[in-house]
């Protein structure tokens, strides 16, 4: 009887262990900040991500070695600081097991982690921090030949080239320049003073004004921009200082368009600048709008499963989906779970991968240290300017909300 | 530059600095009574203001809030005494400075459990439309600020000088031991002074809320500004905060304006350096002659 009762526990214990034994699971971390200013992107992007994990647990999963395996997650807040950043990205670094990494909002953060996964050859992909120098740290003579790591946004030069490209279209001349003195917004202001030069130089700048995280009182700076005369502000922040602009302007009665970064359609800025955000323009790559049905069936599914009537940050969201839909491409193309493997199926994706924002076509080539854009999935062409209006980002541009339609259609 | 723009900059500048004023006359409360300082001053007032957000979340209308908000102001000042403050100075010891210290980093871990990181809209029925006055574009928000920081400093320094509370509370300030003996208990007339100062605390973060936004960081920044005015000011003069906390405000805007939008926090460091280098006391304040 004892015997049996032993038997029968070993074997159940057994049973117990296995699931945790190697690799009957692929094991992929969602890194980025969950909480504080850059919570709606880092929150949307995650469930975007589980969102897309979700469903593919739900069809069985990913074949590998002749099963299929379920995605397992593991989850870090960074808080947006760039030293917890790279005490999670050593602790995941130090994982035997781990397939991969999505996440990061931060520029600082991104820079202050990605060493350590690129030293130890694991694949990340960096959604959906769009500031330049995450991805050009790497593309130097002196650097790595082999690069793990990816990345999943409109990055600030593509980003910087629209809002360039719309100011210009829009006739204006003078502008004023706004940023935080974060990394992610000095290098969005050197991304527009560059594009400017590219764009042929039809932009004045007449000022480039700089505040702090946590800075509420805009008047300052906003008043030298109007003494100057300026017919727009250009601005690279995250969603409540640039709220603070807005709300600046409305106090000054001052009406100029407000141009900036992706981080406009955030909903602390939207929230947080209510009417006076109204009119305000930034590059997207998604809108919450369902104007085609691969849209329609995300925004549904993520509002049910959030229980939200409005994503946080509808960018953020696809992009976390469509960046877990590629990996999980890489994975079973790779048919292993291990990280070198999938770094060299993302390089050459054989099949499309049709995500909520585009069909993805060989998103990524093989790492040219003289060509950033080798790592880089988006182009211009996925990039369409959006447009606060009563609460909402709306298409500016009905030419863009019109091709993006078409591509239902089809 | 148009002197219209300067005038702006310095106006819109100057109303910031009297929220700096409002929270260093908090300072100059507890100061006068005990010689000790909450440090932990700022997470009063983002507490307060957080209450006072959930309050209106709530239902409750404005005007009832802002009475609640003070009172738990109040209450929350009359704890810190109690579990910071009280301990040390009966020891004579200076403990009072790590345990506000310590206070004020737990209310922060509170705040940042319970409402959040995030920076969120402070509702309030006063109109945040500019209006035009003398060249000026004001809102009523910021008029609002103007109001509540003059009426409720006024109210205290009448009650001050015109009640027997008050001048218990004189009392306390101008000897301590001389006090006790006239029959006036200094722990009631600290804890009074304490309830005072959490009060306006509260006061400060429901005025400035609606212009900055609520977050556990809110007054992180506030803080130190409001302590190089009460420095400045010196540690006895409420119209000295007010006067220094209108200059500061109005100099920072000048310097961004002049010397670049980086150099915004330079002039309150410059003043603060230049009072402790020749005026430790403070503009406004009295050189004690200490009798051995």
């Given at each position: 009887?004892?015997?049996?009762?032993?038997l029968?526990?070993?074997?159940?214990?057994?049973?117990?262990?296995?699931?945790?034994?190697?690799?009957?699971?692929?094991?992929?971390?969602?890194t980025g900040?969950?909480?504080?200013?850059?919570?709606?992107?880092?929150?949307?992007?995650?469930?975007?991500?589980?969102?897309?994990?979700?469903e593919?647990?739900?069809?069985?999963?990913?074949?590998?070695?002749?099963?299929?395996l379920?995605?397992?997650?593991?989850?870090?807040?960074?808080?947006?600081?760039?030293?917890?950043?790279?005490?999670?990205a050593?602790?995941?670094?130090?994982?035997?097991?781990?397939?991969?990494?999505?996440?990061?909002?931060?520029?600082?953060?991104?820079?202050?982690g990605?060493?350590?996964?690129?030293?130890?050859?694991?694949?990340?992909?960096?959604?959906?921090?769009?500031?330049?120098?995450?991805?050009?740290?790497w593309?130097?003579?002196?650097?790595?030949?082999?690069?793990?790591?990816?990345?999943?946004a409109?990055?600030?030069?593509?980003?910087?080239?629209?809002?360039?490209?719309?100011?210009?279209?829009?006739?204006?001349?003078?502008?004023?320049?706004?940023?935080?003195?974060?990394?992610?917004?000095?290098?969005?202001?050197?991304?527009?003073?560059?594009?400017?030069?590219?764009?042929?130089?039809?932009?004045?700048?007449?000022?480039?004004?700089?505040?702090?995280i946590?800075?509420?009182?805009?008047?300052?700076?906003?008043?030298?921009?109007?003494?100057l005369?300026?017919?727009?502000?250009?601005?690279?922040?995250?969603?409540?200082?640039?709220?603070?602009?807005?709300?600046?302007?409305?106090?000054l009665?001052?009406?100029?368009?407000?141009?900036?970064?992706?981080?406009?359609?955030?909903s602390?800025?939207?929230?947080n600048?209510?009417?006076?955000?109204?009119?305000?323009?930034?590059?997207?790559?998604?809108?919450?709008?369902?104007?085609?049905?691969?849209?329609?069936?995300?925004?549904?599914?993520?509002?049910?499963?959030?229980?939200?009537?409005?994503?946080?940050?509808?960018?953020?969201?696809?992009?976390?989906?469509?960046?877990?839909?590629?990996?999980?491409?890489?994975?079973?193309?790779?048919?292993?779970?291990?990280?070198?493997?999938?770094?060299?199926?993302?390089?050459?994706?054989?099949?499309?991968?049709?995500?909520?924002?585009?069909?993805?076509?060989?998103p990524?080539?093989?790492?040219?240290?003289?060509?950033?854009?080798?790592?880089?999935?988006?182009?211009r062409?996925?990039?369409?300017?959006?447009?606060?209006?009563?609460?909402?980002?709306?298409?500016?541009?009905?030419a863009?909300?019109?091709?993006?339609?078409?591509?239902?259609?089809? | 530059?148009?002197?219209?723009?300067?005038?702006?900059?310095?106006?819109?500048?100057?109303?910031?600095?009297?929220?700096?004023?409002?929270?260093?006359?908090?300072?100059?409360?507890?100061?006068?009574?005990?010689?000790?300082?909450?440090?932990?001053?700022?997470?009063?007032?983002?507490?307060?203001?957080?209450?006072?957000?959930?309050?209106?979340?709530?239902?409750?209308?404005?005007?009832?809030?802002?009475p609640?908000?003070?009172?738990?102001?109040?209450?929350?000042?009359?704890?810190?005494?109690?579990?910071?403050?009280?301990?040390?100075?009966?020891?004579?010891?200076?403990?009072?400075?790590?345990?506000?210290?310590?206070?004020?980093?737990?209310?922060?871990?509170?705040?940042?459990?319970?409402?959040?990181?995030?920076?969120?809209?402070?509702?309030?029925?006063?109109?945040?439309?500019?209006?035009?006055?003398?060249?000026?574009?004001?809102?009523?928000?910021e008029?609002?600020?103007?109001?509540?920081?003059?009426?409720?400093?006024?109210?205290?320094?009448?009650?001050?000088?015109?009640?027997?509370?008050?001048?218990?509370?004189?009392?306390?300030?101008?000897?301590?031991?001389?006090g006790?003996?006239?029959?006036i208990?200094?722990?009631?007339?600290?804890?009074?002074?304490?309830?005072?100062?959490?009060?306006?605390?509260?006061?400060?973060?429901?005025?400035v809320?609606?212009?900055?936004?609520?977050?556990?960081?809110?007054?992180?920044?506030?803080?130190?500004?409001?302590?190089s005015?009460?420095?400045?000011?010196?540690?006895?003069?409420?119209?000295?905060?007010?006067?220094?906390?209108?200059?500061?405000?109005?100099?920072?805007?000048?310097?961004?304006?002049?010397?670049?939008?980086?150099?915004?926090?330079?002039?309150?460091?410059?003043?603060?350096?230049l009072?402790?280098?020749?005026?430790?006391?403070?503009?406004?304040?009295?050189?004690?002659?200490?009798?051995?």
């Open positions: 009887m004892t015997r049996t009762l032993a029968f526990l070993c074997s159940l214990a057994c049973a117990w262990a296995t699931p945790a034994l190697a690799a009957d699971t692929i094991k992929i971390a969602l900040p969950y909480s504080g200013g850059s919570a709606p992107m880092g929150v949307s992007t995650r469930d975007g991500s589980k969102l897309a994990i979700a593919i647990n739900a069809a069985g999963g990913i074949p590998v070695g002749g099963k299929k379920q995605i397992e997650v593991i989850e870090r807040d960074d808080e947006a600081k760039n030293e917890r950043g790279a005490l999670i050593q602790e995941l670094a130090a994982m035997t097991d781990l397939s991969g990494i999505l996440g990061s909002v931060n520029t600082g953060v991104v820079m202050a990605d060493k350590y996964f690129q030293e130890k050859g694991l694949t990340k992909i960096i959604v959906p921090a769009a500031g330049s120098k995450s991805m050009t740290q593309a130097t003579p002196e650097g790595p030949k082999e690069l793990f790591i990816f990345r999943f409109a990055h600030d030069a593509v980003q910087a080239a629209l809002v360039v490209a719309e100011a210009t279209s829009r006739g204006l001349t003078k502008v004023a320049l706004f940023h935080d003195d974060t990394n992610y917004g000095v290098s969005g202001r050197d991304d527009l003073l560059d594009q400017i030069k590219k764009q042929g130089d039809k932009l004045t700048v007449l000022t480039q004004e700089k505040f702090k946590g800075d509420k009182d805009m008047t300052a700076q906003l008043l030298k921009a109007k003494a005369g300026a017919q727009a502000i250009l601005i690279w922040a995250i969603g409540p200082e640039e709220a603070a602009v807005s709300n600046g302007m409305a106090k009665g001052m009406k100029l368009p407000l141009i900036g970064g992706w981080t406009l359609s955030m602390n800025y939207i929230d600048a209510g009417a006076n955000g109204n009119g305000t323009m930034m590059p997207q790559t998604f809108i919450e709008e369902p104007i085609n049905a691969r849209a329609k069936a995300f925004i549904e599914a993520y509002h049910k499963a959030y229980g939200v009537t409005r994503i946080p940050s509808a960018v953020a969201a696809a992009q976390g989906y469509d960046a877990m839909l590629l990996f999980a491409a890489a994975v079973k193309q790779a048919g292993s779970t291990d990280s070198r493997k999938i770094r060299d199926a993302l390089e050459d994706l054989k099949e499309p991968v049709e995500g909520v924002i585009a069909r993805w076509e060989k990524y080539r093989k790492w040219d240290p003289a060509d950033v854009t080798t790592h880089e999935a988006f182009k062409e996925q990039t369409v300017m959006g447009m606060v209006k009563d609460g909402r980002v709306v298409f500016a541009n009905e863009d909300k019109a091709r993006l339609q078409k591509r239902g259609a089809k | 530059m148009p002197l219209q723009v300067v005038l702006q900059i310095a106006v819109s500048g100057a109303f910031m600095g009297l929220v700096y004023a409002l929270v260093a006359y908090g300072f100059q409360l507890t100061y006068a009574t005990s010689k000790s300082i909450n440090f932990g001053q700022g997470e009063l007032v983002m507490v307060s203001a957080f209450v006072s957000l959930t309050l209106i979340g709530t239902g409750l209308p404005y005007w009832l809030v802002v609640l908000g003070l009172l738990f102001g109040a209450l929350l000042g009359l704890a810190v005494e109690r579990a910071a403050v009280r301990l040390a100075l009966e020891q004579k010891s200076e403990g009072w400075i790590l345990l506000t210290i310590i206070t004020g980093l737990f209310l922060f871990s509170f705040a940042e459990n319970v409402w959040g990181r995030d920076d969120r809209p402070f509702p309030t029925p006063i109109p945040g439309d500019p209006i035009h006055l003398l060249g000026v574009d004001v809102t009523g928000l008029l609002s600020v103007l109001v509540g920081v003059l009426a409720v400093m006024g109210l205290i320094e009448l009650f001050k000088r015109r009640t027997l509370l008050g001048k218990a509370f004189e009392a306390v300030s101008a000897d301590r031991d001389a006790e003996l006239m029959g208990s200094a722990t009631r007339t600290v804890m009074l002074s304490y309830a005072l100062s959490g009060a306006v605390a509260a006061l400060a973060g429901i005025l809320s609606p212009i900055t936004t609520v977050g556990p960081t809110m007054a992180s920044a506030m803080i130190l500004k409001a302590f005015v009460a420095v400045v000011a010196g540690l006895e003069s409420g119209f000295g905060v007010v006067l220094v906390g209108l200059v500061l405000g109005a100099l920072e805007g000048l310097a961004s304006l002049y010397i670049g939008s980086g150099w915004r926090e330079a002039p309150g460091l410059v003043l603060l350096i009072a402790l280098a020749v005026r430790p006391t403070g503009l406004f304040g009295k050189a004690v002659i200490r009798k051995v």
